[in-house]
């Protein structure tokens, strides 16, 4: 895939993609398009992965399996396994227990919730295939393999629940007993009077949207090894996940352990994209099993696996009335949705339906809206996570719905987003949910985007192809989302058990390079170039050669709760370095001036070099002046020795960064295949550290939301077993089904972050859904279809089109 | 997704594969490219206790032609094939299938007996050979046979082949000078098996009426080779009605099972489309007298 990059002059505040060229210093670093520090590491095949952890002694683990989607677990046979070759151990809930070992507790909770805490190895019931049962450890993989293959589950198999509506009617078969229902939670999503709204609307449109399972599907799949000290106590786990340090604190909760004997590294992660967020049971086991066996324990997941016991995502069903006046005016929007668990909660509870729902009327404004999230637990992979958080499903319904008002007017569909947009000057503005916009001018992305991709001929185009029998379409979107979710105490208030700050440490010695450690972790969205660039920046140095980034690692980086996700690093930690990096500089400052004998306002930092304003022969290096910090003799009164500095930002708001997509598709009404003629980008994210880095997460964003909408779908029959359990049946997209994504920028920087970053990783999955369902219903207007269910697939198109059955309505 | 363990010989000549198959029969299997077989056996979906890599046979690595025929020796890799001038100049159905068959990596790997004897229904090869009346030499320690392509594909992965049985050759026969001929095909993504598709050649008599036709759809049980479009065409001229009706006449008892990709309904529509796809492409190529366009 290759996209291009159109850097508008209209970004602002400085043209990024000039490079000045070796000019360092405060404003010349961020921006840089420098190549990602990272790459040559990946790409020659040197980064350690958890596969690449090998120990003396090492023994690995297999994981035994639920085979049943539902049922009672009567009895669990290892004797065959135990007597198979290699076999070190077999270890199930009741060993467990014996050990101490509590459950894996849930992050996300509502009031009322039914589950906070779930078991590490299935207890009584199984409630989805792949569950884990039990683990067996023997030498070496296929010796684990073979053995797990031996032990025997006696199920007493119970009716499957595959369809979460079902689940919540009367009478359904009940997962977890004891809660008398299947709803694990809920939660209203309220704000303004939105029935007032509907009595005096001219217009109503009722639809309703189903949206199918999803996953992230990370390349590198989970996996853990982890290696125990009889001696000194302390225990080390390399992990595959985007949160190393509530790893660490779910481990030391779970297990009772200490935390300062506990160390957990994540190396190279091949991707994470939410699925490698929340800790995970063989994480838990892996570090039991090392204790026990006084062994260093490895087990990496397989591709299979990785489809039976890996969070899913986006499985949502809703019902939706969009009010209008005659005008196209939006009055309010009120509905349900109701959002498929899977076999019990994830880390995540029923996150994923409320953030997407917090910011579903999006770049409109409407103070009115009632939406009621219903979580209800099917026999199913349990769901959580994925890019995009529950907004990609929340902007394909509420922008289908505004083309459908558009339509029912007969109204033009920028007309309408245009006279319902938030006013720039009505900035920052309170959506009816209570979330602050810091500011935004959403008209000018869409002006933008249309006039990139030509929307005032495309109507002449599509006629003079619909003549030949050609189906055109154009769709395009609008959305902002909030992105760095902050400060930490309202998050936790909203029932997320963990904080959103960020802390940096930066370090320099007397070499005058830096070392910044931030206990984020990269799963390749470029955080240590990001953050080497922003240090860099502040400190006058070169990122490539002057500057390393530290991640991941709990021994060495300070605590942080939240890691990669909710696309906070480049905001929030980006804003840590920030603050870390000028407490370095302003010693740095007031050092050189005591020891050029200036004054301290006089004194800049460029180049490597400290200063005297106009005066480039009254100079230091900085290396000088990080030696005499770092030898503590000669400092000005006051002044301690050492350049080692930490900074905690938790942000003080979240930020909103906002895009219009726009695409133009042509379908074949003979195949009911799609292309993407033409996909185009406008994206303001505030302050670009390095545009390329921004690129290539709109890119891969994009085409995550481009396989969701056409391709990718995880399907269960009515006995509840999954039939994709592979990339043959499960298909992603490819560089062939992508197309060139033209990307545009403005920057508005967040006028409370340092450094003026939003953020951003998640922001190219977005739209894709809503931008290619619109798409399809301009090409399919003839035809009177009305685009509510995903994947577009093309026996859906083409039965649609070809007017057998329902189709895409 | 690591296999249950076997034993592995790698046999260089053909008897002693033979030999090998006629001692271990239902226990072994022959490995090829193992493009299909090694992902059954890490789904641990097949377990063969032994393994017998026909791939270090020389003989069974060739491709020549034979009284005017192609023949392609089993372990043929596909990528040799598609590069082979020889199949370009007289079959260049088979490298316009090949195109189709997975991706360039995998191909490198694949073999042509591979994808023949593994019968996958949405296969080209299968197809294409189909299409062009090809003969399958088989081998065992019994003695030698040859089964027609129209006998050979049994049902879903299924073959004329015993489990001693080693699929030794292919024989293509040549084509009448001028025929045209074209594979079409509709994947969810490039490289995916088909969810339907096409081969068909067309050769024109003297006065440009159909002298001979051979249509084969792929995405049923066995590649669907169509009687009904022959009668329609054959003797008739290849105009756009005729065209039409014989795409429809080829799915006529054309049963393709559905699954998550596609319903058996949209895949009988797509056949047609495809069906009339080839039709026409042929027709084209058979007027500019054979030739690539
Ligand atoms: C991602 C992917 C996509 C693919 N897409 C396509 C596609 O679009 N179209 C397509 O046609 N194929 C596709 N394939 C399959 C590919 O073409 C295989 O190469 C082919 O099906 C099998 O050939 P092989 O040489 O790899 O055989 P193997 O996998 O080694 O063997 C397959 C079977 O044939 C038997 N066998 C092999 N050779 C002989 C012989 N000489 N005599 C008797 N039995 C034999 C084996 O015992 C085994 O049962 C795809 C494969 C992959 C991995």
């Known amino acids: ?809 | 997704m690591k296999p249950a363990p076997f034993a592995y010989d790698a046999p260089r000549e053909t008897a002693q594969v033979v030999e090998l198959l006629a001692k271990y029969g239902d226990d072994a299997k022959v490995l090829a490219g193992g493009q299909s077989l090694i992902p059954l056996l890490n789904f641990r979906l097949a377990r063969p206790d032994r393994l017998i890599d026909v791939t270090r046979v020389p003989a069974l690595s060739n491709i020549e032609p034979r009284d005017g025929s192609l023949v392609i020796a089993a372990a043929t890799r596909q990528a040799t094939l598609e590069r082979s001038a020889l199949t370009a100049q007289g079959w260049p159905l088979l490298i316009e299938a090949l195109r189709y068959v997975a991706h360039s990596q995998i191909r490198a790997l694949g073999t042509v007996g591979g994808s023949v004897a593994h019968a996958d229904p949405a296969a080209e090869l299968p197809a294409a050979f189909m299409t062009l009346d090809a003969r399958f030499h088989l081998r065992c320690a019994r003695g030698a046979r040859t089964v027609p392509a129209a006998e050979f594909f049994v049902s879903y992965f299924t073959t004329a082949l015993e489990p001693d049985e080693l699929l030794e050759e292919i024989e293509v026969p040549p084509l009448p000078g001028g025929t045209g001929y074209a594979f079409v095909e509709f994947a969810r993504r490039h490289g995916d098996f088909a969810l339907g598709g096409a081969a068909a050649l067309i050769t024109l008599d003297a006065r440009g009426m159909c002298r001979h036709i051979s249509l084969t759809l792929l995405g049923a049980e066995t590649p669907w080779r169509s009687p009904q479009t022959e009668q329609v065409l054959v003797g008739n001229p290849p105009d756009e009605q005729n065209l039409v009706e014989a795409a429809h006449a080829a799915v006529q008892g054309f049963e393709p099972s559905g699954d998550i990709h596609g319903s058996t309904e949209y895949r009988i529509g797509l056949a047609e489309t495809m069906a009339l796809r080839a039709l026409r492409r042929a027709l084209d190529r058979a007027h500019t007298g054979g030739r690539p366009t």
């Open chain 1, 1 to 809: 895939m290759t996209w291009t990059a159109r850097l508008q002059g209209e970004a602002q505040p400085q043209a990024a993609d000039e490079q000045p060229s070796l000019h360092l210093g405060p404003g010349r670093v961020i921006g840089r398009r420098i190549q990602r520090l990272e790459d040559p590491r990946l790409l020659t095949g040197q980064a350690p992965f958890v596969a690449d952890v090998n120990l003396p002694g090492m023994v690995h683990a297999a994981i035994v399996r639920s085979p049943a989607a539902h049922g009672y677990l009567r009895t669990i046979d290892a004797a065959e396994a135990l007597g198979s070759p290699g076999v070190q151990a077999v270890l199930t809930a009741k060993d467990l227990d014996e050990l101490g070992v509590g459950e894996m507790p849930v992050h996300w909770l509502r009031p009322g919730q039914r589950n906070v805490s779930n078991p590490i190895l299935a207890t009584d019931k199984v409630y989805y295939v792949g569950q884990p049962v039990a683990v067996v450890v023997a030498d070496d993989a296929y010796a684990a393999e073979d053995a797990a293959e031996l032990v025997s589950l006696e199920i007493d198999p119970l009716p499957a629940m595959v369809n979460a509506e079902e689940a919540l009617q009367p009478g359904a078969t009940i997962l977890h007993e004891e809660w008398e229902t299947n709803l694990l939670a809920e939660h209203i999503a309220s704000g303004g009077d939105v029935d007032r709204q509907f009595e005096h609307a001219e217009v109503v449109i009722a639809e309703r949207f189903q949206i199918q399972r999803q996953a992230g599907m990370p390349i590198e799949t989970r996996g853990a090894a982890a290696t125990y000290d009889p001696l000194t106590g302390e225990l080390t786990l390399w992990v595959s996940t985007q949160m190393p340090h509530l790893v660490k604190t779910d481990i030391c909760q779970v297990c009772g352990w200490p935390g300062h004997k506990v160390r957990v590294i994540a190396p190279a992660v091949g991707g994470g994209f939410g699925v490698k967020e929340p800790p995970y049971p063989e994480e838990i086991v892996v570090c039991v099993l090392a204790k026990q066996l006084a062994r260093p324990v490895k087990w990496v997941e397989d591709r299979r696996e990785h489809f039976l016991a890996s969070v899913q995502a986006r499985e949502m069903t809703w019902d939706v009335e969009l009010a209008a006046d005659g005008n196209g005016r939006i009055l309010g929007l009120r509905g349900r949705v109701i959002y498929d668990v899977g076999g019990h909660a994830s880390a995540q509870g029923i996150g994923v339906p409320i953030v997407g729902t917090g910011m579903m009327l999006g770049p409109y404004d409407v103070q009115h809206m009632r939406v009621h999230i219903l979580g209800a637990v099917t026999n199913k992979v349990p769901a959580g996570a994925y890019r995009g958080f529950g907004r990609p499903q929340a902007t394909f319904v509420m922008e289908r719905l505004v083309d459908e008002l558009a339509a029912r007017l007969n109204l033009d569909r920028a007309a309408v987003r245009q006279r319902n947009f938030i006013a720039p000057h009505a900035q920052p503005y309170r959506n009816a949910l209570g979330h602050v916009y810091d500011g935004g001018d959403y008209g000018r992305t869409l002006d933008r985007a249309l006039r990139q991709i030509g929307y005032d001929v495309f109507a002449a185009r599509q006629a003079e192809a619909r003549a030949q029998g050609r189906l055109l379409g154009i769709g395009f979107v609008t959305f902002v989302m909030e992105a760095g979710l902050g400060p930490s105490e309202q998050i936790v208030r909203g029932g997320h058990m963990t904080g959103t700050y960020e802390t940096v440490l930066i370090r320099m010695d007397p070499s005058g390079k830096a070392v910044v450690y931030c206990g984020s972790s990269s799963q390749g969205q470029g955080h240590e170039t990001t953050l080497a660039q922003v240090c860099a920046d502040r400190l006058g140095l070169d990122p490539e050669r002057d500057v390393v980034v530290v991640l991941g690692d709990t021994a060495t980086t300070p605590y942080s709760p939240a890691s990669a996700i909710g696309s906070r690093v480049g905001m929030v930690g980006g804003a840590a370095t920030f603050l870390a990096a000028d407490r370095i500089r302003e010693k740095l400052v007031k050092l050189t001036a005591h020891l050029l004998e200036a004054n301290v306002g006089d004194i800049e930092i460029s180049e490597g070099l400290a200063y005297v304003q106009g005066s480039k022969d009254r100079a230091l290096t900085i290396q000088e002046v990080a030696t005499a910090a770092c030898l503590g003799s000669n400092l000005p009164d006051g002044m301690l020795p050492g350049l080692e500095v930490s900074e905690t930002f938790d942000p003080p708001v979240s930020t909103f960064p906002y895009a219009t997509h726009a695409a133009t598709v042509e379908i074949d009404p003979d195949t009911g295949g799609l292309t993407i003629l033409r996909y185009v980008v406008v994206q303001d994210c505030g302050t670009m550290i390095n545009p390329s880095v921004v690129e290539g997460q709109i890119a891969g964003g994009v085409a995550q939301g481009i396989g969701g909408a056409l391709l990718e779908q995880l399907v269960y029959n009515s006995d509840g077993q999954p039939l994709t359990t592979s990339f043959m049946d499960y298909l992603l997209p490819t560089a062939v089904e992508i197309p060139d994504i033209e990307i545009v920028h403005l920057q508005t920087p967040a006028p409370d972050i340092p450094g003026g970053m939003k953020g951003l990783g998640e922001a190219g999955t977005v739209a894709p859904a809503a931008v290619l369902g619109n798409a399809v219903a301009d090409a399919l207007a003839p035809f009177g279809i009305r685009v509510t269910t995903l994947p577009l697939d093309p026996d859906r198109l083409w039965r649609a089109i070809n007017r057998r059955g329902d189709g895409a309505s």
